[in-house]
């Protein structure tokens, strides 16, 4: 991460996960009002720093952009969004003709997926780094639209 380049293992995990988000986005944009939903989801993809700045998790480094915002959510507030975060999904859903409740189980995937990803680096690397923050949102995306699809 310091340096800037790219090992195998990063440059796969980042080629599989846009192959899932193009593939799920694919798929969504096809059905009617995919569009609108797809745009829901990508707004609510955002909601993965609720999870990564929170006071429970530290930051990997003192000097990095973890740094900047580790800490800085207190988990009352962080529940409350992912809160307001399943309300937005299931008024897209209904918005869009579909069945409500889908809106919580897309919302529930990206938070399995973001809270798997913080506990692995917190172990790993000791805590989150401005690319933790980044690759939280970009697989909480991709968790969405392959639940929605």
């Known amino acids: 991460m310091r340096t800037g380049n790219t090992g195998p293992a990063g440059a796969a995990a980042l080629v599989l996960t846009l192959y899932i988000q193009v593939g799920a986005l694919t798929s969504l944009v096809q059905q009617a009002g995919g569009p609108v939903l797809a745009g829901v989801l990508v707004c609510v ?9 929170q006071r429970s998790v530290p930051s990997a480094r003192s000097d990095g952009l973890g740094a900047t915002y580790a800490g800085a959510i207190s988990p009352l507030v962080a529940v409350v969004g992912w809160a307001v975060l399943i309300a937005v999904t299931s008024a897209g ?57």
Do not use: H, N, Q
Request: aromatic fraction near 8%.
């Open 45 to 53: 993809s955002r909601g993965a720093l609720l999870v990564t700045c």
């Open 93 to 149: 859903f209904v918005l869009t003709g579909e069945k409500w409740w889908r809106g919580p189980l897309c919302v529930v995937a990206a938070l399995v997926v973001v809270a798997w990803l913080v506990r692995r680096a917190v172990r790993r690397l000791g805590g989150v780094t401005g690319d933790v923050y980044g690759a939280a949102i970009e697989m909480s995306l991709a968790a969405l639209l392959l639940a929605a699809s």
